[in-house]
């Protein structure tokens, strides 16, 4: 019965383990396509998106194809990099 238990209580708290190393993923995945869009929308991107349209707005925005500085493109890149790493969607 001692070993039923503490093999209930592992996989009770692997699930909660789980849960609590996605739940951080998420949120960083959703922290970098934030900072991802605010590079786009200080270019004046316009969105095509409904929910980073509802954020930023598209009032101000004139191209699709904005141009970035060199230091913004290597962020731009490093974002891309760090999503790929946490396999966000």
Do not use: H, W
């Amino acid at each position: 019965m001692k070993k039923l238990s503490a093999v209930l209580i592992a996989t009770v708290l692997g699930s909660f383990g789980t849960y609590a190393v996605a739940a951080p993923a998420t949120q960083a995945c959703q922290k970098l396509q934030d900072d991802y869009n605010l590079i786009y929308a200080a270019k004046g991107f316009c969105f095509k998106d409904p929910e980073a349209i509802a954020k930023y707005g598209n009032d101000n925005c004139y191209t699709t194809k904005p141009k970035f500085s060199e230091r913004e493109q290597e962020r731009l890149d490093q974002i891309k990099a760090q999503q790929k790493a946490l396999n966000c969607d």
